[in-house]
């Protein structure tokens, strides 16, 4: 099982809609949940930071994370054509070496 | 600030070939991180570094080796290429690991290996 599952898509949606991007994950040593955007051929770069438990919100964005459950969730609302990349989860543990694990990814695109 | 700069864009090598992908930082960043991306997949770290004369392996480090001599620079080598190494290379760096410290990513290299 990997440590962190993400439905990899690809998701098409109409611009103006709300998406909802997620992951699940198996390790509950993870304590900070990320989200990245990465447009095409270019490197990740973060969309949102959340740490354990609890809503963030950011303009139009906004994550949401359920220990309970292993379960986060990315939120666009009003989405643009801008808004078309692939969104990749990512989290890591308190402990040890930190190093970030990374859902596969999910392409989005937003149709004008 | 340049950022995390990469170095070549693309590149095609022969099986068995060797090769050094080159990331630079000029953020003064403590800790630098080789990833790889494979279509349809997520990033799988390679190796990394905290600090200089300091690295350590990650996820997938066979095939390849790196060094840390300047806090500025952590190249990466492939001393004998194969087909399973053609991917996409992403460099990052951030200031420190703990808490939510945002790695920050070059643009890439594309590595197809023929």
């Known amino acids: 099982q990997k440590e962190v599952e993400q439905d990899p898509g690809p998701l098409s949606v109409p611009e103006g809609a709300i998406v909802s ?70 989290m890591k543990s308190i402990q040890g070496a930190q190093k970030l694990v990374f859902g596969q990814g999910t392409r989005l695109t937003i149709n004008p | 600030n340049a950022g995390v700069t990469q170095t070549p864009k693309f590149r095609i090598l022969k099986i068995g070939q060797s090769m050094t992908l080159q990331c630079t930082q000029d953020m003064n960043h403590n800790y630098m991180y080789w990833y790889r991306q494979d279509p349809g997949m997520g990033l799988k770290l390679i190796y990394y570094s905290v600090g200089a004369g300091i690295t350590d392996k990650g996820e997938v480090p066979n095939g390849y080796n790196v060094s840390r001599s300047t806090t500025e620079d952590f190249p990466l080598r492939l001393e004998l290429a194969a087909p399973s190494q053609t ?28």
């Open chain 1, 21 to 90: 991007l997620n992951c699940t994950y198996s390790n509950s040593a993870f304590q900070y949940f990320m989200w990245y955007r990465q447009y095409s051929r270019k490197g990740p770069e973060l969309l949102m930071y959340t740490y354990s438990s609890g809503n963030k919100e950011d303009g139009r964005f906004t994550a949401q994370v359920d220990k309970s459950s292993k379960y986060i969730s990315l939120f666009i609302r009003d989405s643009q054509p801008s808004d078309s990349a692939t969104y990749l989860c990512a």
């Open chain 2, 87 to 114: 991917s996409v290379y992403f460099c990052a760096s951030s200031y420190s690991i703990w808490t939510q410290e945002t790695q920050y990513f070059g643009p890439g290299t594309r590595l197809l290996v023929l």
